[in-house]
């Protein structure tokens, strides 16, 4: 590990020192920022922590919920308003890492976390995404992990985060600020796909602080499901996971957000598969007719061609547990 310096932020300090160039980075929980720096995948001169600069907590405002970057997992989980009001957040991040790493990682950290391809994490490889230009073996190589929608010639490493896929379903926004102010940016608008150029992940600009996330009220109180499907049942990352949230009316679809996650390059929202909902009378047809809309678009490798029925079948399983919820209220 390169030696680098550390400083810990407040309020105060948080406004005049910015992470705004490539040998510093911000950090708080730092469960992924650290592990990148051991196995010498990150090395930032300096490291600023904003643990404490006080951007946690959970708030119910007129037009939605606000969800702190600094907030731990744990915490939110425990939340009674997002326990109450946003169940699909509260079972994503139930399902993700162990409870010791959800004890210290925060909400911002969970987004910006960084993907778990095995050629990006093994420094001995070449890895577009980790060194721009120096290729991506996984397109022929060991690719079992990786995405199924959203890849390029250049990267089809998945997006890791939980949290995210659960985020993307709830048209949430993230909460950054700059040095000129604070900007709201649409969590489905904040990842960038790979392209070209698929070391540049988000739309965050140097010096950006993510503050918080803020979910519409109109996503809010819906009958939900987040289905994660993977090799053990704990602390390991999704082959494929689907978050449903679902407003039935007389038994017509009103309101449907589906994402997936373990599939994509960014946390892939399903609008076929909603489209083929709303306004429909719901039933088993219906269902699986929409369930087979999530696979529009894949472009699966011999190694991960296993996801295709895999995610059209957690959709379906996780469609048929939101119907059911609503069905029976």
């Known amino acids: 590990m390169r030696a680098f310096t550390y400083e810990r932020l407040d309020g105060d300090s948080a406004a005049r020192r910015r992470a705004d160039t490539t040998d510093s980075a911000y950090v708080a929980g730092g469960t992924d920022l650290l592990q990148l720096m051991q196995e010498g995948i990150a090395a930032p001169r300096a490291l600023l922590d904003v643990s404490r600069v006080g951007t946690d907590g959970v708030t119910a405002e007129l037009d939605g919920i606000r969800i702190g970057a600094g907030t731990r997992l744990t915490d939110a989980i425990e939340d009674p308003t997002v326990a109450a009001r946003l169940p699909l957040v509260a079972e994503a991040l139930a399902a993700s890492a162990s409870p010791q790493v959800r004890n210290m990682a925060t909400i911002g950290g969970n987004l910006l976390q960084r993907t778990r391809c095995l050629y990006f994490r093994d420094v001995t490889?070449?890895?577009?995404k980790r060194e721009p230009g120096s290729g991506c073996p996984a397109q022929a190589g060991e690719n079992r992990?990786?995405?199924?929608?959203?890849?390029s010639a250049h990267c089809i490493a998945t997006h890791a985060s939980d949290l995210a896929v659960a985020l993307v379903a709830l048209d949430a926004e993230?909460?950054?600020e700059r040095r000129n102010g604070e900007r709201s940016i649409r969590l489905a608008d904040f990842y960038r796909l790979p392209g070209d150029t698929p070391h540049?992940?988000?739309?965050?600009e140097p010096g950006d602080l993510i503050t918080a996330v803020?979910?519409?009220?109109?996503?809010?109180?819906?009958s939900s499901r987040y289905l994660k499907l993977r090799d053990r049942a704990s602390f390991e990352w999704s082959l494929v996971s689907a978050a449903v949230a679902l407003k039935i009316d007389d038994g017509e679809v009103t309101a449907a957000r589906v994402a997936a996650g373990g599939v994509g390059t960014?946390?892939?929202?399903?609008?076929?598969?909603?489209?083929?909902?709303?306004?429909?009378?719901i039933d088993v047809a219906t269902l699986q007719l929409a369930a087979e809309a999530a696979a529009e678009g894949v472009d699966p490798r011999p190694g991960n061609a296993f996801k295709v029925p895999l995610l059209v079948n957690a959709v379906a399983r996780a469609l048929a547990a939101v119907a059911d919820q609503e069905l029976a209220r």
């Open 214 to 222: 803020f979910v519409p009220i109109a996503a809010t109180g819906l």
């Open 145 to 151: 992990l990786n995405a199924i929608l959203g890849g």
């Open 266 to 281: 960014v946390p892939w929202r399903l609008p076929m598969v909603e489209d083929r909902l709303l306004g429909r009378t």
């Open 125 to 128: 490889t070449p890895c577009n």
């Open 174 to 176: 993230v909460i950054v």
């Open 200 to 204: 540049r992940e988000t739309h965050l």
